[in-house]
């Protein structure tokens, strides 16, 4: 299995409170990604990342920020949590180029009241 | 935009009997890759299947393989000899070939459940 953590696993946070979700792997590879999984949605991107320091947007952003300072940390953080943010949030990696294949995260669940 | 779409949300199987899950998808690109994932009640996500676009035959996985129709945007995994292990959401995924990114775009899942 890849080298993929995610921290912490389970949060429950209120309504306006900041949250930093933490993506960690040992592939040293160059693409991360965070994903949101909802009912009826599937997977949907929230942010990229494509090297230290580089990242993008998905297709759902808003409400969101991201950082990479180190090749094996991925961080994304919610400036302001509100409930339609509770979600299952997934981080992935990708080594890039022809290499094409996702490995996941194992998840994280989070609740806001 | 590329879309995925999965119609059928739930299926259900009897155990050693082959089903079959729908995927299609929208795109106007040529080279592109596609993807079966599984998600067990563990939540963790597993790559079941990969297909990439410019080839013509049918990827097989042991008691997984695929229906694919690029002419008709179709992408049908089938699962013989359905185990108890099988059941799980499936997700089908698309990604655009020589994309810088890799970015996937996945379908709304389809949830099988293989009965005893």
């Known amino acids: 299995d890849a080298g993929i953590t995610q921290s912490p696993r389970h949060k429950v946070t209120e309504t306006g409170t900041p949250v930093t979700l933490r993506c960690h792997q040992t592939e040293n590879h160059r693409y991360m990604y965070w994903y949101r999984q909802d009912p009826g949605h599937g997977l949907r991107l929230i942010h990229y990342?494509?090297?230290?320091?580089?990242?993008d947007k998905g297709e759902v952003s808003d409400g969101y920020s991201v950082s990479r300072s180190k090749t094996e940390d991925f961080l994304l953080t919610l400036e302001s949590a509100t409930s339609s943010q509770t979600s299952v949030y997934f981080c992935?990696?990708?080594?890039?180029?022809?290499?094409?294949?996702?490995?996941f995260g194992p998840g994280t669940r989070l609740t806001v009241t | 935009a590329q879309t995925v779409t999965q119609s059928q949300p739930e299926m259900s199987v009897q155990e050693a009997e082959t089903v079959t899950l729908s995927c299609t998808y929208d795109t106007s690109e040529n080279n592109y890759y596609l993807f079966w994932y599984k998600q067990p009640p563990s939540r963790q996500m597993i790559l079941v299947i990969r297909?990439?676009?410019?080839?013509?035959q049918n990827a097989t996985e042991n008691r997984f393989s695929v229906n694919f129709q690029k002419a008709a945007k179709s992408f049908s995994l089938k699962i013989s000899d359905s185990q108890l292990g099988d059941t799980a959401m499936y997700f089908c995924?698309?990604?655009?070939?020589?994309?810088?990114?890799?970015?996937?775009?996945f379908g709304t899942g389809t949830l099988l459940a293989v009965q005893p």
């Open positions: 297909q990439e676009a410019y080839k013509q």
């Open positions: 990342s494509y090297g230290v320091k580089d990242t």
């Open positions: 992935a990696i990708s080594s890039g180029g022809s290499s094409y294949e996702q490995y």
């Open positions: 995924a698309f990604m655009n070939y020589g994309g810088a990114t890799n970015k996937l775009i």
